[in-house]
């Protein structure tokens, strides 16, 4: 009877275990349900919003090419006025103008690079001038006092500033010459920015002619001061020579040397 009765309570839990397995089961496939019902809601929803936003933009459509058609049209009326400026600059007058200008800008760095090469040649002369000078008085003022050594070396150095003194003077001649061009050019660049319309470059050219030819002529007048200078020393050195020549002896005159007797 015991086994009978273990054999029952046994099947009773079998039968226990296997229904709560059952509604368990029941759940889960309600659980799983529900879920699925959630999702496609939510698909759903999705599609709605997204055909929505379509119907929208595909309604928007229209204003959008009519707003870019305005923008496209009054971006093309915009772009027309700059272009028929740029047309109106290329006619033949501005052309010429705009040329001549260049001319006169170019002759003008001529002329400015031409000046101060001769301003400095004429400055560099005239050093070179007052320096002969200077070395010729000190020579004057020491005639009879020296050895023949002594003004052997003095007459060296004498000679030798004589000829830096002709290499300047070739030195300004040979930039004379180019600015003497330089000058030329920007009076001809002057007339024809003048003759084109371009009176501000016309006016600029003539103020730098001005500038330049009073700098020049400047320095002229200090060089032609030197070389006069430089004449008055001579006339001087030679009347000083004649009056010792006539102080000494006519055995005395081998002694001096040749260099006292020439004349520059």
């Known amino acids: 009877m015991q086994a009978f009765s273990n054999c029952g309570l046994c099947a009773s839990g079998s039968l226990l275990k296997g229904r709560t397995d059952f509604l368990v089961a029941r759940r889960n496939m309600a659980v799983l349900r529900l879920s699925a019902a959630c999702v ?106 020296l050895t023949p050594a002594e003004e052997d070396n003095i007459w060296q150095v004498i000679i030798g500033q004589r000829v830096e003194v002709s290499d300047r003077l070739e030195e300004c001649k040979r930039f004379e010459s180019n600015w003497m061009n330089a000058i030329n050019i920007c009076e001809l660049s002057a007339e024809a920015a003048y003759n084109s319309g371009a009176e501000h470059a016309c006016t600029a050219t003539k103020t730098n002619l001005q500038v330049a030819q009073c700098k020049v002529e400047e320095l002229r007048k200090i060089s032609k001061e030197a070389e006069k200078k430089l004449a008055e020393t001579k006339a001087e050195e030679i009347q000083r020579m004649a009056e010792y020549a006539s102080s000494i002896d006519i055995n005395d005159l081998e002694d001096i040397p040749e260099a006292y007797l020439r004349e520059d």
């Open 40 to 145: 496609q809601l939510l698909k759903d929803k999705a599609n709605v919003f997204c055909r929505s936003r379509v119907h929208q933009r595909l309604l928007r459509l229209p204003e959008v090419g009519r707003s870019n058609t305005v923008a496209f049209s009054l971006g093309t009326s915009l772009c027309a006025v700059p272009f028929t400026q740029q047309v109106e600059n290329l006619s033949h007058e501005s052309l010429i103008r705009r040329a001549s200008c260049l001319v006169t800008d170019s002759a003008n760095t001529y002329l400015s690079q031409t000046t101060l090469a001769l301003v400095d040649a004429l400055t560099q002369y005239a050093k070179a001038l007052h320096t002969l000078i200077a070395l010729q008085k000190r020579y004057i003022t020491s005639i009879g006092k």
